[in-house]
């Protein structure tokens, strides 16, 4: 069933993404989460659940100033992702860092190309809120559960920030 | 949303009261009947509160000349000498038993309602600065408020000082009136004119050091903004509020922000909310609140109206100051990445409150009513229209703009400390793997090493600093608008001692207690409004509603030519008569007030005597 949630999901994002942002997003998140939906352990599904987290935070801090009127959606759901990582496991690991300075020369997206991006990364999230969700049902372990349960409010958080935005 | 109660309010209510009591009549009022006691009992307590308000102010301005400001020498000498008339007074006036003792509490009672109300407000002025007193128990000092080094600071107890002039000086005319009435016996006169006498050497005081070093406007401001020390409720914006409302909502919210994040550092080295999740937020919703005055500047420096043209370059700077805010604020919720805390998870009340202040920015700089971030980007911001319909909004709106980078600077400040002291309490971490070859540490975690809280302490120095910089520039708006946020550079100025905090205008305008009844004080041009209250003919005609100018001018000249035969009389009569009591009747006691008042250096035949200490004479005469 997460199986099926997730290639839906995998499908919104590549249709809502014809952008190029938007491509190489869907084709890094897309392989992620096949594995998220390919992973029947806990621990399998949190390390899987920590890379998309990951992957949402960079695409969301690359992107949140590009425009004004999605700053605030956009800081407060990279924070969301951040907490997200954090709750995964990434708080134990060495995070590679996420540096501006390699997105500077990029120019900054116009507000349908953002839109675009936000509606990719809202279906993202509601597919990864969804898998964390059922996964902290099956937990057999308390820290566990709480985990997932504590990942699965980040990621509905983001689904939250950035479902406000349909496509111009 | 219901406005807290501020000092200006009950100052307010202390002139009004003061203004009716310096100009009643000498019958008593109706349902009060003449009552030598009671009038004595209530100016008795009048002297006390006022005692209170000297003891108090003495020794804050004793601790300030002693520690900061050498140059506060004429106001601590005038402190001392009010409180030594003040002590002289109350020793004048024994507390008497009140009348409301010994008669029924259905029968009307003596007195004037004017001056008890007038003491209670006083009292309740004093009680609300004491609000903000750090208590200390057991050893343990709980931390006022943010409002504590301002009214321990000396500029504002000078205003109050000069406040408690004012007072006196209208209480000494009632109390020459009350000698002059004949409702009590000699002694008892006797005593209440050298009162009198005493509250206006109290005012003289005052004056002479408001002479020398004078108390700013500003700081008259400051005083009166000063609230009671509570917590303003939390509230949500309501769909569709006005620019005014937001404002408001934007300014309370900003201060329940302050207040957690005081809170919170200094719970630092043991709070279980002081988490990674907590101050990420606070930085992420710093940042959106910044980008958010940024747009709000930014739309009123470019799309304006004609008459805030002259405004659009200071503005336009100010805009540029929150954007580096913003960028500053953003590079803190990134610099939180490699470290973590102790604690995890849980998120404090300071990032509940910036994400309010978000919330509420939001809504003063979006169009939509029901702007929120979760509405995604495609909202497009206020017009200019709707700050700046009219001076009154654009300073709602100025206000606002400055009171969140007030605050944004003060949580950078506050949050800067809470991760300065957590690294030294071992607070924050970082993964063992993160860590250079050299260490060896046999856990998941270990204490962050000073290489990696450096570029975390780094941003929080940056988010200050810019934060400042938007701060220093909407001052300087709200400067040139006189926007009621002026007194956030006022009262920064004042508990840091900056000797600039004496800096700007002297008092100039006519002083509340001076003013007219129903500030019409601007129609009596024929006398000098710093100087001089009206006279008892111009006074009877403000009474009378009378509005002409030529009127008040006549009026204005008599009571002058009054003065002028008055002050002949008394040089001409003092070699045959060298104590005169002028305060024998209410008439006399009045012009005299009002001579004594208008001609600062009277001639010495007029100035009232030292008591003496009667007090055994005032309860065989009572």
Known sequence: ?168 | MTRRATFGDFATSITRHLQRLQWATALPAAGERANGAADVADLSDAVHAMADYAEDISGVLDAEYLARDRELGAWVRAATRVRQSLETAEGALPAAPRPEKTVGANRPRGGNGDLRAATRWMTVGRDLLHTHDAIQTGGVTADGSEWTPVVCSAPVACAILRELGGWARQIAGHAYRISATGSCPAAQRRTVSAVGKLLSQVSWAIGEAQERRPVRQGHLRLLHAIPVNAVPDPCLPASGDSVVNLSVGVISTAERLRMATRRASVEAPWSRQLTRETLRQTAGCCAISASNMQMMLTTLATDHDEPWTRFSATIAVAADAADRARAAWLTVTESWDPITTDTRGAMGSAGAEAAALALWTGRLAYANPDWAPDLGPLHSPRSAGEFAGDTDQLRCAVDAAHHVCNTLTQVAEADREKVRVSSMTGRLIVPTRSLPDGYDIPYRFAPAPPSSTAPLLSSYDQALQTSAEATAAMAGIAADLQADSRVITTARAAARADPNAWAGAPIREMPADLAGSHGRSSQTASRDPQLAPPGPVERILIELDVASKPDLEQAAAIDRAADQLILRAATSARPVQPDPDLGRSAGSAELVGHLIATNGSVLSALRPHQPPARKAEFEAGG
Not at chain 1, 79 to 101: F, H, I, Y
Not at chain 1, 121 to 128: E, F, Q
Not at chain 1, 133 to 145: F, G, K, Q
Not at chain 1, 147 to 159: G, K, M, S, Y
């Open chain 1, 1 to 168: 069933m997460p199986g099926t949630v997730l290639a839906a999901v995998i499908l919104v994002c590549a249709f809502a993404c014809s952008g190029s942002e938007g491509s190489r997003f869907v084709t890094v998140v897309s392989r992620v989460l096949e594995h998220l939906a390919a992973a029947t352990e806990v621990v399998d599904v949190l390390d899987s659940a920590c890379t998309v987290f990951e992957d949402l935070l960079t695409l969301l801090r690359r992107h949140q100033e590009d425009e004004v009127c999605a700053f605030p959606a956009f800081v407060l759901a990279a924070c969301a992702a951040a907490n997200g990582r954090d709750a995964t496991g990434g708080v134990w690991k060495q995070l590679p860092e996420v540096s501006m300075q390699d997105v500077d020369d990029e120019p900054p997206l116009n507000c349908a190309a953002v839109a675009e991006i936000a509606v990719a990364v809202a279906a993202a999230s509601d597919g990864l809120a969804a898998r964390l969700s059922a996964c902290a049902l099956s937990a057999a372990n308390e820290e566990d559960r709480a985990c997932c349960e504590r990942a699965a409010a980040e990621a509905a958080r983001i689904r939250t920030l950035m479902g406000g935005v349909s496509p111009p």
